[in-house]
């Protein structure tokens, strides 16, 4: 085994992931900050221009992660085979259903969950309050009282057989890759956004592949087998609230790692560049919103198998058709609930006057 070779003697797998993760969230974290990377951005900002933008920072790094993820498996350092987005039996009504409230969810606390974290590592106790509650709210779906309700939309399921995605369609995966690729590609480069959010936005890309092969090939131990993941955060939320309340019980891995990463990478890059300020709600009405979305958010993540992160930034390079329908249905969900909420008169009602205390903004 590859983790073997490496002699570490005091070392576990759990471990050394939860070392690789920091170090990869610590960098998202940073790159995260600068660009003000979130996909909500892109679907439902006021401004067209600041939409395509966003969008184009988003989809550079989708494009990069999707190279990087498909080369390491047509290399043979990584392979998806048994992994859940490949599942044969795809928990059709759980993914459509979670997938709109997540995309709702965003909406209403105005950022997708990654936006959220770096927000509250850069001094915003809204989007900390949304974090908390979001992971709470993730962990009730995963293992509390709305794990019942969890279980029984996802035994729904569609049966896909040995389809369960692009790459098991004629021609294999490199034309998928390449068309999908070439497509996001060609829309960043001409979304209007800066050069070096665009690059930045590659580098983000490129945390994608190089987790799923540090947790899938250079940590893979068949004695002590650990899972292979990516940039997530609704599983990694509630391993850090469960960690964070029961550490003497658990050991921390990679989901914890991940989280810590990103808000101390956020942290100093806000600090840094004078970006931190503190900001917190400003009516109750706010206050209600908020939880409301953070518990769509949450309880929605879990449904859909992943939020903009999970089952986007990383979930599409793995080609895996569930990945595909959860991305398609927090997107309608994000579409749907900016329309109504802009239509009712109360989109972006108690929120604060001044555009640049908007928490995802």
Known sequence: PMFESFGFETLTPVTASLYLALAFGVAFGVLAEITRFCLRRALVSADPSERRSAGGVWLMALAVALIGTQASVATG??????????????????????????????????????????????????????LVLFAIAAHAAL???????????????????ELTSL??????????????????LAFALRSGASKLNLALAA???LIVPAAWVGTGYILFDEFDPIMAES????????????????????????????VGGILAGAAASSLIFGRFAWQSFES????GRYALGALLMGLGGVLAG????????????TLGFAAFLAL?????GAKIAGRVLNESGSGYGAQPSTQALQPAE
Do not use: E
């Not at 658990?250 to 790692?257: D, K, N, Q, S």
């Open 284 to 287: 109750p009405a706010q206050t």
């Open 77 to 130: 350092l990584i392979s998806f085979d048994s992994h859940r987005l490949l599942a044969s039996d795809l928990p059709v009504l759980a993914i459509l259903l979670g997938g709109l409230a997540f995309g709702a969810g965003m909406v209403l606390t105005r950022g997708c969950a990654s936006r959220l974290a770096v927000l509250s590592a850069s001094g915003n106790l809204r989007a900390a309050f949304v």
């Open 167 to 184: 790459a098991a369609l004629p021609g294999g995966a490199l034309p998928y890759t390449a068309a999908l690729a070439l497509g996001f």
């Open 231 to 258: 940039l997530s955060l609704t599983s990694p939320a509630t391993a850090t609230l469960f960690w964070g309340i029961a550490s003497t019980s658990i050991t921390p891995g990679f989901g914890v790692g991940l």
């Open 328 to 332: 398609a249905a927090i997107i309608a």
């Open 306 to 317: 992943g939020c903009t992160l999970g089952a986007g930034l990383s979930g599409i390079p």
């Open 203 to 205: 580098l983000i890309g």
């Open 143 to 161: 293992k509390g009282v709305f794990a019942p309700l969890s279980s029984s939309l996802a035994s729904i399921t569609l049966s896909l057989g």
